[in-house]
């Protein structure tokens, strides 16, 4: 596990460090409150990116090593945990019967964002991305069909559904409750895939600590300079009651 983490990790840098080069300041208004992924995070502190150093770098890192850890826990989940397997397989696909699903296919550095910036108190939104995530199909009616597959593509994908079409409930239909048992075997589950992201996030952490010399690297060639600037062209934009005003 330790060398499918470290190469995972190197990969993900490796990314990061090619993202980084065209990075640019945003111009638009920011968060407004702190983001749960990178604030505190011992990933960022690992990587040495925890002061001084712009949000959307540190997640932009921060979620790309979230994609090693998720990777390494659901082969776990799939490996050791069938209880728990079933139950995520059952949720994946009542969220893929969703009409709108404006998270998905994100890259890296934009998911775990707000979907919708914040509005301003005399101008709300008539409409949110979020609104329309959290709408669900009519009842009756099927998602959006997928794009075109060959013939044989066709007939192999129909022949899949037919021998699960009976073994799982539709997504429109309440799963079935469980009985106290199956609630403490996956109780149990869960424990035990909460363990394991903990020890996969730790060597995690140990890879980035290895690797910070370069990650500081990037921000001093790609970050620093820009955000040198910004402030640079602040202050020559600032007016203080304190400073001689020309006549």
């Keep these: ?11 993900e840098v490796e990314n990061w460090l090619r993202w980084i080069t065209q990075w640019r300041p945003a111009t638009h208004r920011g968060r407004a409150r702190l983001c749960r ?4 995070s011992p990933i960022i502190a690992s990587a040495g990116l925890a002061v001084d150093v712009p949000h959307v770098v540190q997640h932009a ?11 390494s826990v659901d082969e776990y989940t799939e490996l050791n945990l069938p209880r728990l397997a079933h139950e995520l397989n059952l949720s994946e696909r009542r969220e893929s019967a969703q009409a709108y699903r404006p998270a998905e296919g994100l890259d890296p550095e934009f998911r775990g964002l707000d979907l ?4 301003a108190a005399d101008a709300p939104y008539l409409f949110t991305f979020s609104e ?23 007939s192999d994908s129909a022949e899949h559904e037919h021998e699960h079409e009976h073994s799982a ?6 799963l079935p409750p469980l009985s106290p048992a199956e609630k403490q075997a996956l109780k149990a589950e869960m424990q035990l895939a909460d363990e394991f992201a903990t020890r996969v996030g730790l060597r995690v952490c140990a890879q980035l600590t290895q690797r910070r010399p370069r990650l ?32």
Aim: glycine share 4%.
């Design 132 to 154: 329309l995530a959290d709408q669900q199909l009519p009842a009756g009616q099927s998602p959006p069909p997928p794009v075109a597959e060959s013939d044989s593509a066709k």
């Design 116 to 119: 919708d910036p914040q509005p």
């Design 61 to 71: 890192l921060s979620m790309r090593m979230k994609i090693v850890i998720d990777a």
């Design 216 to 247: 500081l690297t990037a921000i001093a060639q790609f970050v620093e300079p820009q955000v040198q600037a910004l402030l640079v062209d602040l202050g020559s934009t600032l007016d203080s009651p304190l400073w001689p005003r020309n006549p």
């Design 37 to 40: 992924q990178c604030f505190g």
């Design 1 to 11: 596990m330790d060398r499918s983490i470290e190469s995972r990790v190197n990969h």
């Design 169 to 174: 409930p539709a997504p429109s239909d309440p």
